[in-house]
């Protein structure tokens, strides 16, 4: 596995160039690379595993109180999400942005837009340091990947001005007699996925493979949940420390017409429980997305990110609420 340091910032430097092309070279030949965290940066994310511990460590009651109908942000009970049509057995706390019930889009009823229900301060003082710090990389990373793609520097971080960034706080059980999911097969909806890991493993990604069909997660008739559960080539991916795992969601893979894939990837359970940080690096809710060589084709990743987690949590009061409140019909109309 290939790991790169970040520069301090990113000007488009012939520097910054060869490091923009060598990261999009090392995602098509292996769909994944690292980027080593700065001293600051392993300080933040160890302090965000710890309140993690102490949040999974509470009883199922006391954690289930953390939900809301308005967002996905909140608690996920273990066999709760559902990949594929099968229970995923990993337990979460989903950090979406933090939207005050005043602001107009959640008086207007855009759905998914809500305040994070936080068990506690210092739950929420470290996820938010986490965010900002793992939002600067991610900021970084997309200027060095456009001077990769050799687009405008800022082409792709237009896109992430008041960006939907989320956070996955995960823990998974170790494995039982009856089960070793963790996770089923995917990809993740947005530009990065940036992810962080204890050492107990358990990660599997699935790299470019030439000649073979990839679907296009964002159509409905093309999901890639399930897409090669149980099909070779899957890598492991070693858990090392103070890095960050970085590859490419679904909109990188529409950006770019499938130069860069959206990576698959799947969790198998351990025989010691594990705890991660999964952070997605993504456009604003409002964006309409077009690709980079000018296609005539179009996503609006809030449109996206909600048919992706209705599908993810088919009973959760969330969704139930978006169907009832007919909240599907408003998010067609603001993507007109
Ligand atoms: O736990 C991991 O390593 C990955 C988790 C993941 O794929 C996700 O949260 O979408
Ligand atoms: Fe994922």
Request: proline share 7%; aromatic share 10%.
């Amino acid at each position: 596995m290939r790991t790169f340091e970040l520069p301090d910032s990113v000007s488009g430097t012939t520097v910054d160039r060869i490091l923009g092309r060598q990261l999009v070279r090392t995602w098509e030949t292996d769909g994944i690379f690292q980027v080593a965290a700065t001293a600051e940066q392993e300080r933040i994310t160890q302090e965000a595993l710890t309140e993690s511990r102490r949040f999974f460590g509470k009883s199922v009651p006391e954690k289930a109180k953390f939900v809301s109908d308005l967002t996905y942000s909140g608690y996920i009970a273990s066999g709760e999400e559902v990949t594929a049509g099968e229970a995923d057995f990993s337990e979460i706390f989903t950090v979406c942005p933090d939207v005050p019930l005043t602001d107009t889009r959640v008086t207007e009823g855009w759905p998914c837009h809500g305040p994070v229900p936080w068990p506690d301060d210092g739950y929420r003082t470290a996820m938010r340091a986490y965010l900002r710090e793992v939002g600067e990389a991610g900021e970084k990373l997309l200027r060095l990947v456009a001077l990769g793609l050799e687009v405008e520097i800022d082409r792709l971080t237009r896109l992430t001005r008041d960006g939907w960034h989320h956070l996955r706080v995960l823990r998974f059980p170790a494995r039982s007699a009856t089960t070793e999911r963790g996770i089923g097969a995917h990809t993740d909806y947005g530009l990065l996925v940036i992810a962080a890991q204890d050492d107990v493993g358990g990660l599997f990604i699935r790299p470019p493979v030439p000649g073979e069909p990839r679907r296009r997660n964002w159509l409905p008739e093309e999901s890639t949940a399930g897409m090669y559960q149980d099909d070779e080539p899957w890598h492991f991916v070693e858990p090392e420390p103070r890095v960050f795992t970085v590859f490419p969601g679904d909109i990188l893979q529409f950006l770019t017409g499938g130069r860069l894939l959206s990576t698959p990837h799947k969790v198998r359970l351990a025989t010691r429980e594990r705890y991660t940080l999964a952070y997605f690096h993504e456009p604003s809710f409002s964006t309409t997305v077009r690709p980079l060589d000018g296609r005539d084709d179009r996503i609006h990743y809030g449109t996206h990110f909600t048919n992706m987690f209705t599908r993810c949590y088919p009973d959760r009061v969330t969704t139930q609420r978006i169907h009832e409140e007919g909240r599907l019909d408003r998010l067609r109309a603001l993507s007109q």
